[in-house]
Nanobody
Framework: QVQLVESGGGSVQAGGSLRLSCVSS????????MGWFRQAPGSGREFVAA????????EYGDSVKGRFTISRDNAKNTVYLQMTSLKAEDTAVYFC?????????????????WGQGTQVTVSS
């Protein structure tokens, strides 16, 4: 069974940086498309970033373009989200997700497996 475990969340001041990690186990990570989503209190789930199985197709949500970078290391079964120039509105629980089909996308229904999430809090 595929398991995804996020780490790297925490509290940071506005303008700071964090790097989130998501380690996958129990499945062929190299074939999964991977995505990051976030959910703030009282809000729906928001698309952040996604990468295809080999990393040649990458997309970002409009609110994070130019500030966040998604990457993956298939040898380590890990996908990363480097977040810079953080803003208070980036405060949310961040989830990683895996798409067995390898294509990913910006819709949560396109993903088959989800992690438990990691909290990111940005203070202004």
């Amino acid at each position: 069974q595929v398991q995804l475990v996020e780490s790297g969340g925490g509290s940071v001041q506005a303008g700071g940086s964090l790097r989130l990690s998501c380690v996958s186990s129990g499945g062929p990570f190299y074939s999964f498309a991977m995505g990051w989503f976030r959910q703030a209190p009282g809000s729906g789930r928001e698309f952040v970033a996604a990468t295809s199985w080999c990393g040649d197709l990458i997309e970002y949500g409009d609110s994070v373009k130019g500030r966040f970078t998604i990457s993956r290391d298939n040898a380590k079964n890990t996908v990363y989200l480097q977040m810079t120039s953080l803003k208070a509105e980036d405060t949310a629980v961040y989830f990683c997700a895996a798409d067995r089909g390898g294509h990913g996308g910006s819709k949560d229904f396109q993903y088959d497996h989800w992690g438990q999430g990691t909290q990111v809090t940005v203070s202004s």
